[in-house]
């Protein structure tokens, strides 16, 4: 197995350099691959920042990523949950770390964007609490 790093990632989707990316396809195709929840966390800003996408479309693209049969994602069941809150309208981050804080009593913050969101989201586990 072959851990990969964001630019892999990048290289695959965005295809704007060729070589590179043509040798990013081959290696994702060719190998069984381990994406860290770090590099998903990156690619999703990359994507949104570097390269304006949607948070939907790099929703989107984040989930088919975890949906790989050659690709082990760390933390793949929390990767899908935040994806699929970024279809709530979610930010990503945010949906990431309530996602990894499962099995915690609440989830607090002092972001009142974050708490209004999650107030929107019926019985969310963990709780999200406005300080």
Known sequence: MRAIDTNILVRALVRDEAAQSARAQALMSEHEIFIPVTVMLELEWVLRSRYAYSPKVVAQALAKIAALGNAVVAEREAVLTATAKVMQGWD??????????????????????????????????????KL
């Open 92 to 129: 990503f981050a945010d949906a990431m770390h309530h996602a990894l804080s499962v099995g915690c009593d609440d989830f607090v913050t002092l972001d009142a964007d974050l708490a209004r969101r999650a107030t929107r989201t019926a019985k969310l586990v963990p709780a999200v609490t």
